[in-house]
């Protein structure tokens, strides 16, 4: 079944991804922005959530919401809200993309993804929750965020279990054109690894010779991270590895 979709944070990591896949889907899509874009295969609409500037009219004849937007925790509460109360007249179908274990990592952002979760939960719209673990591109760029740096740096004792956008783009296309499920099962990478290895991993296929340290950090969130808690080895359903993400990049970075 096809529908129109209104995409918040569609110009983000996963958004960038997902708003084509939708088209090429045969959904009628529409991409929320702050300002006025050049004409795409999609529509835009101008509005801003953290005011609620333009929603009503973003939302209108939307049969489902993507709720990918994110301030990284500053405004997220507030701008969910906001969301919320313009879809309220049409009730389309919320879809939100959150986090594994954001009740158990003491981090402000997982808690604001927590509490918008409880928004949407008690809106009164239709809606699905999925869950993912952290992006490969997440290890991706606390590497070049480093690369001025004569090491690279990652938390000791900490693994994470990096997910493709690609296969979350996968679900959410196949979840858009449903009816709303509630929490649907979570989506994890296919391998759990040491921080530092994957570090170790992009930085050798990327040909950047540099000593990756293990650092031991302080504080509760670290704790929570050691203790695996972001982590969903049961629903380790993905295929592609971060290996053959990072050869990706290697082969574009030389032009294979």
Known sequence: ???????????????????PRLADAGHGVRVLTRRRREPAAWE???????????????????????????????GDVAAT???LEAAAPGRPHLVYVSIVGIEDVALGYYRAKLACERLIEESGLPWTILR????HDLITAICDAQR???????????????????????????IAAAPAAGRVPELGGPQVR???????????????????????????????????????????????TFDEFVAGIARERSGR
């Open 148 to 174: 001025r740096l004569p090491v690279t740096m990652m938390p000791s004792k900490v693994s994470f279990q990096p997910i493709d956008v690609t296969e979350v783009t996968d679900r959410l296309v196949g």
């Open 1 to 19: 079944m096809t529908t129109t979709v209104l995409v918040t944070g569609g110009t983000g990591r996963l958004g960038r991804t997902l708003v």
């Open 44 to 74: 835009w609409a101008v509005g801003d959530l953290r005011t609620g500037s333009g929603l009503a009219e973003a939302v209108t004849g939307a049969q489902a919401i993507i709720h990918l937007a994110t301030t990284n925790g500053r």
């Open 132 to 135: 993912t673990t952290q992006f």
């Open 194 to 240: 040491d921080a530092a290895e994957l570090a170790r991993t992009y930085l050798r296929a990327i040909g950047r010779r540099r000593a990756v340290w293990s650092v031991p950090l302080p504080g509760r969130a670290i704790r929570d991270y050691r203790a695996g808690n972001h982590l969903t080895r049961e629903r380790a359903v993905g295929r592609i």
């Open 81 to 83: 809200r906001n969301l």
